[in-house]
């Protein structure tokens, strides 16, 4: 009987044991956690998170926590501490008026900020994103030894970033970040830098001699910058010219009378500026009625998965600002693909820009709060303002005003800083969804793809190489000199990449061969 209760003693002893050294190792390698706020548009595919399918903000945002967590978490000063995520909604698309409501942006931030948070991300629309970001400062200002670092994710509204400009109103303003995207200035910088310096004087310059564009965008505070600039007499170049302009309201439901006029006055080029789902309406109804121009601009509906299918294939051509195309390898480490591929892994969708901005957002941190060896809000702050790291889309620091950092906006791309991409929806059988999107400019890239022209402008388009209006021994030549080339190759060419599969080989060849002799009508075309 004694030696039945000894074993029994040792016995619970042993547990009693082992129940303390699970305890002490629990409080000695992992500390408590860290607490991150993501708010963003609800029932918008810009948040993602199932609420209108995935691809977005709350998506990314979760993909980076759980990857980070799945790596032994946040290491604080020699403790390692896992994320947890507050999602909240920041009331930019309100479902039952179809309007913004910034009054219930600011009842949720501040509700968010009870949660104890270390850092907030999100902001995508600029009416709600203002007033979220004065929330945040507030709440800072007041409590400065608890104070939220607060990363916009979503939103590209210079004015956003502006107060950190002015050393008034810099202390109250120092903990607002932008992670993505590029300001609006940039926007229209990269934008401009594709149109002015490789797409209108490479190909629609030789095409029509004078090219006549026209700017349709939502009738939004955050575009009226772009259209601003687009209306410059001359801003797109001495052979460009803009005969019509359209401010969409966000209930329009058809673009086809704007079409119509647009078609009137001869664009060529349509440069259209959304956030919202107007642009694939535009999209299709160009594709529908056969209109003869090219559309190019910035379309956030456009670079969801879904687009191809939402369009019924009218996406064809289309050309936009994106993060990236379709598993970019913008990265030489492989990072943005390893990323792309681990997104569609676990979301079964594409990732938008939101999506990056949030999943990019959780990294920083990760880096300020290791490096600051700390979640004290001063040495968080000091480490962010020296953010220098490899994101998923290229190398990104802040600039002195904490806003996204980025210098090259032409068509190469010498330095490595995140940027846009300019990307061409183009169709591919191969593909799962019926087609994917090219990278078309930068051009110097080993990931760029020649700009297609849809064939309904000029029939010849892919096989005219040099746009002199025929198809002949040049542009066989052409193609002859970079066979079996591919990018980085001295010989690449793109343009006679005619299939656009990243080579130039006996198929491209045959192709342009077959349109031997081939001639327009009259050159340049009307």
């Known amino acids: 009987m004694y030696k039945k209760l000894m074993l029994a003693l040792i016995a619970l002893l042993f547990i009693q044991m082992f129940a303390l050294s699970v305890g002490t190792l629990a409080t000695t390698t992992a500390g408590d956690p860290i607490n991150v706020g993501v708010i963003g548009p609800w029932y918008l595919p810009q948040w993602g998170g199932g609420l209108n399918g995935h691809g977005g903000m709350i998506d990314g945002a979760i993909l980076a926590a759980d990857q980070i967590n799945a790596a032994g978490g946040v290491n604080v000063g020699g403790t390692m501490r896992n994320i947890t995520l507050f999602p909240a909604n920041e009331h930019a698309y309100e479902p039952s008026t179809g309007s913004y409501d910034a009054g219930k942006a600011v009842t949720d931030v501040t509700a968010l900020l009870g949660n104890n948070l270390n850092a907030m991300i999100g902001g995508f629309r600029t009416e709600t994103t203002g007033p979220i970001i004065d929330t945040v400062m507030d709440y800072n200002t007041e409590n400065p030894s608890t104070a939220v670092p607060f990363l916009i994710a979503g939103a590209s509204t210079n004015e956003l970033c502006f107060n950190l400009t002015n050393p008034a109103t810099y202390e109250r303003y120092k903990w607002d970040f932008r992670v993505m995207p590029v300001n609006g200035t940039i926007l229209f910088s990269e934008l401009m830098g594709y149109l002015k310096y490789w797409l209108i004087p490479q190909k629609l310059v030789k ?115 994106n993060w990236a195309g379709t598993r970019t390898p913008i990265n030489s480490d492989g990072s943005s693909t390893a990323f792309w591929d681990a997104f569609v892994g676990r979301w079964s969708a594409w990732p938008i820009y939101t999506a990056v901005g949030a999943y990019n957002s959780m990294y920083i941190l990760k880096a300020a709060w290791e490096n600051a060896g700390t979640t004290d809000p001063s040495a968080v702050l000091t480490a962010l303002e020296a953010t220098d790291v490899t994101s998923v889309a290229g190398r990104f620091k802040f600039t002195p005003w904490h806003d996204f950092y980025s210098v090259s906006v032409g068509p190469v791309w010498p330095d490595g800083w995140a940027r846009s991409m300019v990307v061409q929806w183009i169709a591919n059988a191969t593909s799962s969804t019926g087609a994917q999107m090219n990278v078309v400019c930068p051009v110097d890239q080993l990931s760029s793809l020649k700009t297609m022209i849809p064939t309904v402008m000029y029939d010849l388009a892919p096989y005219d190489l040099n746009f002199d209006g025929k198809v002949n021994i040049v542009d066989i030549s052409q193609a002859a000199t970079a066979f079996a080339a591919s990018p980085g190759n001295p010989r690449w060419n793109m343009e006679a990449d005619v299939d656009v599969n990243g080579v130039v080989n006996i198929v491209d060849i045959a192709k342009i061969a077959g349109q031997f002799g081939k001639t327009a009508p009259q050159w340049p075309l009307p």
């Open 207 to 321: 095409m029509y001699g004078t090219v006549k564009y026209a700017v349709v965008a939502e009738d939004l505070t955050w575009a009226d910058q772009i259209v601003a600039y687009l209306s410059y007499p001359g801003i797109l170049g001495p052979n460009a010219t803009l005969v019509h302009t359209y401010r969409a309201p966000v209930t329009t439901t058809t673009f086809h009378d704007q079409l119509d006029q647009i078609a009137a006055k001869g664009a060529h080029l349509v440069i259209d500026i959304f956030t919202l789902p107007l642009a694939p309406i535009l999209i299709s109804e160009v594709n529908a009625y056969q209109y003869k121009m090219l559309v190019c601009g910035i379309d956030v509906f456009g670079q969801l998965q879904t687009n191809w299918a939402s369009t019924k294939g009218g996406c064809n051509y289309e050309i936009m600002l």
